[in-house]
């Protein structure tokens, strides 16, 4: 997981991200996670098009059989990983159908 | 590039799960065999260039160069290049650099990677540092992100599992000949389709594996001065006579299609101009086949079959031995294994052997032009050798 000052950073930066609209034109569904994203799996994710960019974002809220191609979602505030007892809690965006 | 850079001598090691062999054992092994082939002594190697990319993340071991010359008792220059899965191919074309500079005249080139003593997250998560920030924070792996490219595929063109699975099974059927090879055996479309999910729509038998091992080349110039154009040799030697390498965006998202590595275009038609050949002069490849899209791909980007094609082109058996364009006789990353570092170095041997007449029961007749084409992440970088003999 990212250092302290690397995720103070990065949160400052959050509001920019925050109820974009864009749709999903491509997904997968991950079993085999990497380290910090076990109590996860399996989730979603998706590269997400937006108005002026293409993102790689989780899609949350949503079950795989309910998705589908150019589905809309938007942005929303969630934790990224999993912290431990000590760690600051890191938060990011990602995506929930609408 | 005319006929300069010869390939002397090639080392390779056992792929696989090789837990009572270190790095350093392993990239001793590979480079022994090496010099040894090339005929020439320890001091006429005037440089080290050494392949890694994720042995600091694991081990906390830097400074491999100067680690891994001075273990063979190498005392000239050396450097270690990393370039995620593309830094073996990364290091023979800096190696081919300093020769045509010339600067040294006989070098080794190792590639080396001990992926196998940690837990698969770990190496995962190493793995990912070949990603961009972003994807990292959305919990993607490479499988995750070649299962992307793989699902566009399929939407746009209508590529199949099936096709997916045969790039599996042809690869399997290659490495089944090969001794070197950490899956030297076949598989059957049932199994490659029914062994299990690890990210939609890819099961495990789609992924190369975890790997350890090294592969090491001596290159030599074969220039009289600066000014000479080449030497013949009787037609004995293959030579790297195209080097080419080609950057990208590391973050997939960003590139401007989903549907092709557009550096492998880039990378493949500097190294075909410089060798002075046409993709249908190539004989046999060996191509970056970490995912079995990633073969599909391949095939349309380096030209051998038209865009969407891909998937049909692997099913009629073209790339399968005896097929007309014989692709990863090795087993390719898929079966012989995909130790990151060592592969773009193992590519550039399975095509030397098969130019020198010597792949044994891989033997493709006729062989006398051969390709390398090696994919750093998603392919934010990529390099392609041609090879002649």
Redesign the interface.
């Known amino acids: 997981m990212n250092s302290p000052v690397t995720i103070w950073r990065d949160h400052k930066n959050l509001h920019n991200y925050l109820n974009k609209i864009g749709r999903v034109i491509v997904w997968t569904k991950i079993l085999v996670p990497p380290t910090g994203f076990e109590h996860e799996a399996p989730y979603l994710v998706g590269i997400i098009q937006f108005s002026r960019e293409r993102r790689p974002l989780q899609i949350v809220d949503c079950d795989e059989k309910d998705l589908k191609l150019n589905q809309k979602v938007i942005t929303v505030i969630r934790k990224i990983g999993k912290a431990k007892s000590e760690d600051v809690i890191e938060y990011g965006v990602k995506v929930k159908p609408i | 590039m005319n006929k300069i850079i010869k390939v002397a001598g090639t080392g390779l090691t056992k792929f696989g799960e090789l837990w009572n062999q270190s790095l350093y054992d392993l990239a001793k092994e590979a480079s022994l065999e090496a010099i040894r082939e090339s005929g020439l002594t320890i001091n006429q190697i005037e440089a080290t260039f050494v392949a890694n990319m994720i042995h600091g993340k694991l081990s906390g071991q830097d400074h491999l160069g100067a680690l891994v010359a001075s273990s063979l008792g190498l005392k000239g220059a050396s450097f270690r290049i990393e370039g995620a899965c593309a830094s073996g191919g990364l290091a023979v074309h800096l190696a081919i650099q300093s020769l045509l500079a010339g600067t040294y005249k006989n070098v080794l080139v190792v590639g080396v990677e001990k992926m196998t003593d940690v837990p698969?997250?770990?190496i995962?998560?190493a793995l990912?540092g070949a990603g961009s920030e972003?994807?990292?924070?959305?919990?993607?792996?490479f499988?995750?992100l070649y299962?992307?490219m793989a699902?566009?595929h399929m939407?746009k063109y209508g590529t199949t599992r099936k096709h997916m699975a045969n790039v599996s099974i042809k690869n399997h059927y290659h490495a089944s000949l090969n001794e070197k090879a950490q899956f030297p055996y076949e598989v059957t479309m049932e199994k490659v389709l029914e062994s299990?999910?690890?990210?939609?729509?890819f099961t495990l038998f789609d992924a190369s594996p975890i790997s350890d091992g090294a592969a090491a080349v001596v290159l030599s110039s074969q220039m009289r001065s600066f000014a000479s154009s080449s030497v013949e040799d009787g037609g004995k030697g293959v030579y790297i006579t195209g080097s080419a390498v080609a950057t990208d965006t590391v973050?997939?998202?960003?590139r401007k299609s989903?549907l092709e590595i557009a550096a492998t275009k880039d990378a493949s038609q500097k190294a075909l101009k410089q060798a002075g050949v046409e993709i249908k002069d190539i004989k046999v490849a060996e191509v970056h086949d970490c995912f079995t899209i990633a073969e599909i791909l391949a095939m349309e980007d380096l030209g051998f079959c038209s865009k969407g094609r891909g998937g049909e082109f692997v099913e009629k058996g073209t790339t399968k031995l005896g097929g007309r364009m014989p692709v990863n006789t090795s087993g390719g990353l898929k079966a012989c294994g995909h130790p990151v570092a060592a592969t773009g170095i193992k590519q550039i041997i399975e095509v030397t052997h098969q130019l020198q007449k010597r792949a044994g029961k891989r033997q493709v007749m006729g062989a006398n032009i051969g390709l390398t084409h090696n994919v750093g992440g998603t392919g934010g970088t990529v390099v392609v050798h041609i090879l002649q003999s």
Do not use: W, Y
């Not at chain 2, 299990?196 to 729509?201: A, D, F, M, R």
């Not at chain 2, 973050?251 to 960003?254: G, I, K, M, Q, R």
């Open positions: 698969t997250a770990d995962a998560t990912m972003i994807e990292r924070k959305a919990g993607l792996t499988p995750a299962a992307l699902k566009a939407q299990p999910i690890i990210s939609t729509p973050d997939l998202a960003s989903l």
